[in-house]
């Protein structure tokens, strides 16, 4: 059974800082690996994502602020978030992408809610 755990969200003020971690299990090799974000009434969105290699892209609203980073043998993915703003506050959603020869797979967490006061 595949299973995508977050932690780390909570509530901050605006320029703190939080760090989300995402543990994966029940996937033997993942490709991608990403975080979105939701807020109220709005769609998801890409927040950063991290080839297996290293390669990262981020969302240009959270360039300089956040860097997502992996541990591929540990399976897991972190983001790192500075300088937090108020229109930060979404659902966080982690991502794991499993290519193979038929199709692509998306994983998702359950997601974890970052709150940035003013």
């Known amino acids: 059974q595949v299973q995508l755990v977050e932690s780390g969200g909570g509530l901050v003020q605006a320029g703190g800082s939080l760090r989300l971690s995402c543990a994966a299990s029940?996937?033997?090799?993942?490709?991608?690996m990403g975080w979105y974000r939701q807020a109220p009434g709005i769609q998801r969105e890409l927040v950063a994502v991290i080839t297996r290699g290293g390669s990262t892209n981020y969302a240009d609203s959270v360039k300089g602020r956040f860097t997502i980073s992996r541990e591929n043998a540990k399976k897991t993915v972190y983001l790192q978030m500075y300088s937090l703003k108020p229109e930060d506050t979404a659902v966080y959603y982690c991502?794991?992408?499993?290519?193979?020869?038929?199709?692509?797979?998306?994983?998702w967490g359950q997601g974890t809610q970052v709150t940035v006061s003013s």
């Open positions: 991502n794991a992408q499993v290519v193979t020869s038929v199709r692509t797979y998306d994983y």
């Open positions: 029940g996937i033997r090799f993942i490709n991608d």
